[in-house]
């Protein structure tokens, strides 16, 4: 069993940057794979980004590429978004999640635990 508990959400200017992190309690989270997503209002969840165990690969969604980078620390066991350069359209419910396994994947249902979200919300 792995418990996520993702933070930092708040609301924030179109331009600025904020920071997401998901603390993870339970056994062996350096097994894991980690992702993050992100749902709208009325939208399905998408595939924000994911992170292997080692935190040698990491894969993005083409629409933040190049403004978001997700991290990961084996020791405190978290996992980070640091979002830069945000838009109006990157508001959403933000929530980790964890997948046991190898292989990464943007499915949301092929991931195993997820937290309750943290709100982003960027005004324009």
């Known amino acids: 069993q792995v418990q996520l508990v993702e933070s930092g959400g708040r609301l924030v200017q179109a331009g600025g940057s904020l920071r997401l992190s998901c603390a993870a309690s339970?056994?062996?989270?350096?097994?894991?794979?980690m992702g993050w997503f992100r749902q709208a209002p009325g939208k399905e969840r998408e595939f924000v980004a994911t992170i292997s165990w080692s935190g040698g690969s990491i894969s993005y969604a083409d629409s933040v590429k190049g403004r978001f980078t997700i991290s990961r620390d084996n020791v405190k066991n978290t996992v980070a978004l640091q979002m830069n350069s945000l838009k109006p359209e990157d508001s959403a419910v933000y929530y980790c999640?964890?997948?046991?396994?190898?292989?990464?994947?943007?499915?949301?249902?092929?991931?195993?635990?997820w937290g309750q979200g943290t709100q982003v919300t960027v005004s324009s």
């Open positions: 999640a964890a997948r046991f396994g190898f292989k990464m994947v943007v499915d949301p249902v092929a991931y195993d635990y």
């Open positions: 339970g056994r062996t989270f350096s097994s894991y794979i």
